[in-house]
């Protein structure tokens, strides 16, 4: 099917229990791919930038937190408050300061944040997820923020041809998901609509496959 419209389509990982073997694996093959793609390098450096223009706090709250380990890297910056938002339970591994919100997003009404310092929020590798529909319905809930980070799949022929060619690296599930993350993914400005009300403070396609966004 041609990349130059959204194609969505259920992800494996999504129906498995976090406790699957494949769903352990899966995650160690996100990891890695955050790893090669530099997403969480480049999100960490975006929120210190924030934080280094914050006389208060910062609130990061996390869409899709996954198993954590990103916001476990977060933990020992001083003047964050953290979050995460998953569909999954909180993680044993994560640290109890580290709140959790077991729920899916589309089903909160406000911002979850508990006091009126700023907040950004991140979506790495989560808004391909959804539809355009549910999209305009979530951006108006994070538009709330202060900041808004997001990274995800650059919907390009090379970022799939790469996903092909990393299969014999990837467990099964990871295989199928990745071609379907990238063909759900977005490219040029698409993700600009969805939040109307902030302002475009930068948005580049990465050679590893990336489209990164900040918005404020």
């Not at 729920?103 to 355009?132: E, M, R, Y």
């Not at 690296?169 to 109307?196: C, N, Q, Y």
């Amino acid at each position: 099917m041609p990349l130059n419209q959204r194609d969505l389509k259920s992800e494996l990982l999504d129906e498995l229990d976090p406790e699957d073997p494949n769903a352990k694996r899966s995650r160690r093959d996100l990891r890695r791919i955050n790893l090669f793609m530099g997403n969480m390098r480049w999100i960490r450096e975006e929120i210190l930038k924030v934080l280094t223009q914050t006389n208060t706090k910062l609130n990061v709250i996390e869409i899709g937190s996954g198993d954590g380990q990103f916001l476990e890297s977060l933990k020992h910056v001083k003047g964050l408050n953290l979050k995460g938002v998953d569909l999954q339970p909180k993680p044993k591994s994560i640290s109890s300061e580290i709140e959790w919100i077991h729920d899916d997003i589309l089903n909160i009404s406000d911002l979850p944040q508990n006091n009126s310092d700023p907040t950004a929020v991140i979506c790495n590798l989560i808004l391909h997820h959804f539809t355009d529909g549910q999209l305009f319905k979530l951006g108006k809930l994070i538009s709330k923020a202060n900041h808004i980070i997001i990274n995800e799949p650059s919907r390009r022929l090379v970022p799939l041809l790469m996903g092909y060619l990393a299969f014999p690296l990837l467990g099964k599930v990871t295989r199928h998901d990745m071609i379907i993350s990238i063909r759900a993914g977005f490219r040029d400005r698409e993700l600009l609509k969805f939040f109307p009300s902030k302002h475009c403070l930068m948005i580049k396609e990465t050679l590893r496959g990336g489209i990164r966004c900040h918005l404020s």
